[in-house]
């Protein structure tokens, strides 16, 4: 009796964690000037990353922090940096650590984690396995990467409606709200580990 509702429940939380809209600007951004092929392999890179993520943690917990010794706010620290380099970079549209070899997969690694898939999303998975198992968050999370990959392979198509000024312009302010979301990971992991 508590499938559905549990999935629905799941599905919606991790849906507005990951938040694929968000990463519409900044995908089509990072994949402007590539053939629709290269766009759509993006997509489908960007969501196995955050998915292989997502169910590596719903499956091994908290294992895997205990093997590296890691905590959930050096995890924070790490992802917050990670995120306000991109910030940084969306909102003044410069490039940062560009290189030939790895320009082709970057925007779908980016996207992948720590946008789609950051602390937040991993901590979100860990708490739904604790009140539901694994069944349940399991399937919200191939229901939330479904959407996702929907999303971000027709992301092209939505920048086309949106327009391409508008697309900039909220790629430049996401761009400032991705860095300042980034502060408070940061902040929010050190105030973590100083209160330990």
Request: proline share 4%.
């Amino acid at each position: 009796m508590d499938l559905i509702p549990g999935i629905i429940y799941s599905f919606a939380t991790l849906f507005i964690i990951l938040d694929p809209l968000l990463s519409v600007p900044i995908f089509a951004a990072m994949t402007k000037g590539q053939a629709p092929a290269e766009i759509h392999r993006q997509a489908f890179i960007a969501v196995a990353v955050a998915g292989s993520l997502m169910y590596l943690f719903l499956i091994f917990n908290k294992l895997i922090f205990d093997i590296l010794g890691l905590s959930i706010p050096s995890f924070q620290i790490a992802g917050g940096v990670l995120l306000f380099l991109l910030g940084i970079q969306e909102a003044l549209g410069i490039e940062l650590g560009h290189s030939k070899g790895v320009a082709k997969t970057a925007a779908g690694v980016v996207i992948g984690t720590p946008l789609l898939c950051g602390p937040g999303a991993i901590t979100t998975v860990m708490l739904l396995s604790k009140d539901y198992g694994l069944l349940i968050p399991f399937v919200a999370i191939t229901l939330s990467l479904l959407a996702t990959w929907v999303i971000l392979y027709y992301s092209e198509l939505i920048q086309q409606v949106l327009g391409e000024v508008v697309t900039d312009i909220m790629g430049k302010v996401l761009g400032m709200l991705l860095a300042a979301i980034a502060v408070n990971l940061i902040v929010s992991g050190i105030l973590t580990i100083i209160a330990a």
